[in-house]
T-cell receptor, first 111, second 116 residues
Framework: SQQGEEDPQALSIQEGENATMNCSYK?????LQWYRQNSGRGLVHLIL?????REKHSGRLRVTLDTSKKSSSLLITASRAADTASYFC???????????FGTGTRLKVLA | DAGITQSPRHKVTETGTPVTLRCHQT?????MYWYRQDPGHGLRLIHY???????DKGEVSDGYSVSRSKTEDFLLTLESATSSQTSVYFC???????????????FGEGSRLTVL
């Protein structure tokens, strides 16, 4: 399987704390994206980082990419209860049109 | 929100029956994808399309076929449904993969299929 993996599988933190989740992937990529899914809904795009970038910020989100280790991390700072959701990374394999998703991290932010 | 509609949203069927799920977009995006989501597996790519009549297999394509006869519609067919195909199916679209546009995927709300 080409599917990537994320860890932890589940994370529970207090409101105001930072949440970090990690993604590992298996192939050469063009870009890596992070998505959020609220229970039972479709996924929503959060941020994209290209293979020649190492770090990117968007609001309270910070993404890093290490292509030598085939890994990425998503940091959500100052978490809010509304951040409770599942988070997925997705990679586009070089030379293809395929987007492959990781297994996801379930984040619970306690008020 | 991107204009993506999946139908039906919920379906219960019996083993051995054919099932077709439809993904309709109003965005004129070139790329369309079908994923299934199961507990512990995240999203897995079934098939995708990179243009009208241009499709290819994903990670878990066995037992599924697709067709795209016009830009706006991407159909996923289970020729003979099995209980292992009970899942939530998501359609996604993308305008571009590089250059102009972010390459982000826009998702439909999902179709929940139960095969008894």
């Amino acid at each position: 399987s080409q599917q990537g993996e994320e860890d932890p599988q589940a994370l529970s933190i207090q409101e105001g704390e930072n949440a970090t989740m990690n993604c590992s992937y298996k192939t050469s990529i063009n870009n890596l994206q992070w998505y959020r899914q609220n229970s039972g809904r479709g996924l929503v795009h959060l941020i994209l980082i290209r293979s020649n970038e190492r770090e990117k910020h968007s609001g309270r989100l910070r993404v890093t990419l290490d292509t030598s280790k085939k890994s990425s991390s998503l940091l959500i700072t100052a978490s809010r209860a509304a951040d409770t959701a599942s988070y997925f990374c997705a990679t586009r394999t070089s030379g293809t049109y395929k987007y492959i998703f990781g297994t996801g991290t379930r984040l619970k932010v306690l008020a | 929100d991107a204009g993506i509609t999946q139908s039906p949203r919920h379906k219960v069927t019996e083993t051995g029956t054919p099932v077709t799920l439809r993904c309709h977009q109003t965005e004129n995006h070139r790329y369309m994808y079908w994923y299934r989501q199961d507990p512990g597996h995240g999203l897995r790519l079934i098939h995708y399309s990179y243009g009208v009549k241009d499709t290819d297999k994903g990670e878990v394509s066995d037992g599924y076929s697709v067709s795209r006869s016009k830009t706006e519609d991407f159909l996923l067919t289970l020729e003979s449904a099995t209980s292992s195909q009970t899942s939530v199916y998501f359609c996604a679209i993308s305008e571009s993969l590089s250059g102009q546009g972010s390459g982000e995927l826009f998702f439909g709300e999902g179709s929940r299929l139960t095969v008894l």
